[in-house]
Nanobody, 119 residues
Framework: QVQLVESGGGLVQAGGSLRLSCAAS????????MGWYRQAPGKQRELVATIISGAGTNYADSVKGRFTIARDNANNTVYLQMNSLKPEDTAVYYC?????????????WGQGTQVTVSS
């Protein structure tokens, strides 16, 4: 079992920056993917960025060049540095982790953190 706790959301003006953090606890040794999704009001949850052990990173086209995902394996934490924020980045951001065990894959989600970008 894995628990994910996000922090770092808030209110920022357009063009500003925020850094989100997600601390994982529990049986984290088998996690091979961590990432961030977001969900704006009235919209479906969408992928923002993922980091895959031994395979690099993946970003949504809408955030490429502005957001950077990084993982600190020693502290079981994943970060999302968000620069040049736009009002359309406003959403609840959710941390995500994937843990393959045997033939099954377990998915975990954090509780979400609100990011609001004012114009």
């Amino acid at each position: 079992q894995v628990q994910l706790v996000e922090s770092g959301g808030g209110l920022v003006q357009a063009g500003g920056s925020l850094r989100l953090s997600c601390a994982a606890s529990g049986s984290t040794v088998s996690i091979n993917v961590m990432g961030w999704y977001r969900q704006a009001p009235g919209k479906q949850r969408e992928l923002v960025a993922t980091i895959i052990s031994g395979a690099g990173t993946n970003y949504a086209d809408s955030v490429k060049g502005r957001f950077t995902i990084a993982r600190d394996n020693a502290n079981n934490t994943v970060y999302l540095q968000m620069n040049s924020l736009k009002p359309e980045d406003t959403a609840v951001y959710y941390c995500h982790a994937r843990e393959p065990i045997g033939t099954r894959t377990y998915l975990y989600w954090g509780q979400g953190t609100q990011v609001t970008v004012s114009s």
